[in-house]
């Protein structure tokens, strides 16, 4: 028998290469008549937001474009955001970037359409009221932020992330069209790429995982393991970055009902002490938190392991291809080969910090969700491992 589970509903996908020229009626059937367009600083002026304002303007939309969305976006970037859609009396939302500008209009959104403050919202099912009418167009393959119910925000003040989940949260369309993440430079690609792949590995450990959730991760880790390579050398190459955009957004929609594991729990207080990358740092993490999962992971690794096995083979050095231990095995050679750093200390963590990082890192909520439970110790052991 399958044991009951929910799935929440999400937003519209509307996936494929060119669909950014529909941005326009899709625009217009939400009653949107003069959106905010939200984008990280550059992201315009490089070109790689032409099609979806020439799409706005051939639908005769007027938007506002707000470039500044920071990367983590602080407490304070998303109250300017706020400030700025009101200030020009924008009425709905378009979102177009990484998972910043996406996160930072879904957090600002929460407070446009019921007021007070961010923190009011931290924590599961807080927002009463749905976000004004939003679309997200995606132009890295990794948060799957356009189709998730949550919006990470840095908070200044306590000096770490906070997270909202509510299903109000939820955009109204999300346009998923793999050629606007052509020009994406490599190392980002390959950082994006590892936080989808985590975002399915973690997904599928979760206690809340389900049949309708297993699905769509093993599909994305099947699209990452067979294409990562490609897309990260080359992320113009048009099915490579079909197979990456659709594996971020299925391993999106499935995280955002499961939750994660330790590897999300584990990377926020690197962020928080040395910065750095969200996904690159889940990329350093992933293949030793799986073998610290593997007691209970052992079937579903070996699940994966033909779909993450080096399509053009040979250098899984496991002695039994399909195994448990040769899924890890092909994580960690994978995040090798894109170009991930295989230690923390490649990114800057220093050992001094390592009490404190794992002190915060058991008390994620993520641990809730993790397959094996995990102590202040373990998280600790899994920093030493790894820190040179
Ligand atoms: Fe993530």
Redesign the pocket.
């Known amino acids: 028998m399958i044991p009951p589970f929910q799935i929440a509903s999400g937003p519209r996908v509307r996936f494929g290469r060119g669909q950014t020229e529909f941005i326009g009626e899709e625009a217009q059937s939400l009653g949107m008549k003069r959106p905010m367009l939200l984008t990280d600083p550059g992201l315009a002026t490089a070109g790689v937001l032409k099609p979806v304002m020439d799409s706005m303007q051939k639908a005769g939309i007027g938007f506002c474009l707000f470039e500044q969305a920071e990367p983590n976006p602080s407490d304070e970037s998303i109250l300017r955001a706020k400030e700025f859609y009101e200030s020009n009396d924008c009425d709905s939302m378009v979102a177009a970037g990484g ?1 910043s500008s996406i996160d930072t209009a879904k957090a600002m959104g929460a407070l446009l359409s019921n007021g007070g403050k961010i923190s009011d919202y931290y924590g599961a099912d807080k927002v009463p009221n749905r976000v004004p009418p939003f679309i997200t167009v995606p132009t890295t393959a ?3 932020s356009e189709v998730t119910r949550a919006s990470i925000v840095t908070d200044i003040e306590r000096g770490t992330k906070a997270s909202i989940h509510s299903d109000a949260l939820y955009a109204h369309v999300a346009v998923v069209d793999s050629s606007l993440l052509a020009t994406l430079p490599h190392y980002f690609a390959a950082g994006a790429l590892m ?1 989808a792949l ?2 399915a590995i973690e997904s599928i450990g979760s206690p809340r995982a389900n049949p309708w959730t297993e699905a769509m991760c093993m599909q994305a880790i099947g699209f990452i393991g067979q294409n990562a390579r490609i897309f990260v050398k080359n992320p113009a190459d048009a099915d490579a970055a079909d197979a990456c955009a659709l594996a971020a957004t299925l391993a999106g929609a499935s995280f955002t009902n499961t939750g ?1 594991g330790i590897v ?1 729990g584990l ?1 926020h207080p690197v962020f928080n002490y040395f910065g750095g990358h ?2 690159t740092t ?1 990329g350093t993490l992933l293949a030793t938190v799986m073998k610290f999962n593997l007691p209970a992971m052992r079937e579903k690794y070996a699940l994966m392991a033909p779909l993450l096995a080096n399509p053009s083979g040979g250098t899984t050095s496991a002695e039994e291809p399909g195994t448990a231990e040769s899924a890890i095995e092909s994580v960690h050679v994978l995040a090798r080969d894109i170009g991930i750093p295989l230690t923390l200390g490649a990114i800057g963590v220093k050992e001094e910090f390592l009490d404190r990082m794992a002190l915060e890192a058991a008390a994620s909520s993520t641990v809730a969700t993790n397959p094996v439970p995990a102590n202040a110790a373990d998280m600790k052991k899994i920093y030493l491992e790894l820190l040179d």
């Open positions: 998972g990794g948060t799957g936080d985590t975002h994660l999300h990377t969200h996904g889940n």
